[in-house]
Every structure is written in C-alpha cells, then in structure tokens.
C-alpha cells in the first residue's frame, strides 16, 4: 500500500511538528538526533533526554541543523537528518568512519520513522529527496552509515537501524567505501549538478 507522503525542509517554523514526531522519548532512548552531533569528551548518557532537547531545539532555531521531515496528511511521520560531515563531529571519532576528505562530505548520518510507518516506503522517500536538496545546496559527495546484518542474519533490528540499512542506499546509487563485516558501514554517492528542484519539497 503506497501514502502519500509530503517531504519538508526543516525550518525553525517546523520545531513542533519535529517534537511532535519524536514524542517524549525524544525519537530513540532521549537522543533528540544529538548523538552524531557530540563533542569529544561528551557521554551520550550525561546528555539525552531533556538536555540533548534543548540543545537541539536551539540549533533548529538558529538554523544549524538541517534535515528533511516526511508527513502524511499534515501529521509528522518520518525524519533524516542531514549536513557537512563537519557538523556531525562524533563521525571522525568512529574509526571505521573516518574518511581523508571529510571537509568535502554531507552526511545523512540519521533516520527516524514514527513506528506505525515503517516499513511502507517513508524512509526511501526521505534519502530521494535529500539527494535532491544536497545537489542544490551544491554537494558533489555525500554519505551515509547504514548497519549490516551479521554474518548468517538478513535483518536488523529497528534500534540498530536508525543510520539506515545498506539496500536501502545502495538502490539510491550509494557504493561502500568502507566495508566491515557486519555493523555500520560508509557508503557514497557522487552528485552532479543540479537539473532543477524538486516539485515535493518546499
């Protein structure tokens, strides 16, 4: 069954609809999708939660975090983050994402689907779109960290999944760039420039 999905860029405006989203458990365990945005030194437990909200909610209104956010008729359904590699320090301390040009990446390092959605095409929308926008904002190379079943599984769980599964970006065009044998991988595209903005999203 398809839905008919409407994909916007997250502006200041849309913080409550992003709150509404993410609901009182703040999208996964009172992350506020601030894991990614740590600074060194800083401990995932000492700042979810209400702490990890203020903080996001701050740099929505100052227009620092950037994302794409998926309705379905005026109701928040799904979310993905997205930015310069740089705005997601905690990448560079994960070694097997570290990357020699990261100065010159976007990342979509983090999905959220309200859990009634999943699984009905939400999340694919979602990466479409951001390869529309990335181009636009004039992004040659972008990545993204999906998880890789173990050796002997074809699923992942839905806790582990919220940087996205690997089919789900290699049919967007994504190729690894740093295989692992089960875990997060790093996967790019290379952009072209853009041919025109797309007519679903404003």
Do not use: H
Not at 87 to 106: G, K, N, T
Not at 175 to 181: A, K, M, N, S, T
């Amino acid at each position: 069954m398809s839905i008919d999905l409407e994909i916007r860029e997250l502006t200041p405006d849309l913080w409550p609809a992003l709150e509404t989203l993410f609901g009182e458990n703040g999208a996964c365990s009172g992350c506020w999708c601030m894991f990614w945005r740590l600074e060194a030194g800083e401990q995932f437990r000492d700042v979810k939660g209400a702490r990890a909200k203020a903080r996001m909610k701050a740099l929505v209104a100052r227009g620092e975090a950037q994302g794409l956010l998926a309705f379905v008729d005026g109701t928040p359904v799904g979310w993905l983050t997205l930015g310069p590699r740089k705005s997601f320090p905690r990448l560079d301390r994960a070694p097997s994402l570290r990357c020699d040009d990261a100065d010159e990446v976007w990342s979509l390092p983090c999905f959220f689907i309200q859990k009634g959605f999943r699984g009905q095409g939400v999340a694919t929308a979602l990466l479409k779109a951001s390869v529309d926008v990335l181009r636009r904002k004039g992004a040659r190379v972008v990545e993204g960290y999906p998880v890789k079943p173990p050796p002997g599984s074809t699923r992942t769980s839905n806790a582990s999944a919220y940087t996205g599964t690997l089919p789900l970006f290699e049919k967007q065009g994504f190729v690894l760039v740093g295989e692992r044998p089960q875990g997060k991988q790093r996967v790019r595209r290379r952009l072209s420039p853009p041919r025109g903005a797309s007519k679903r999203i404003r």
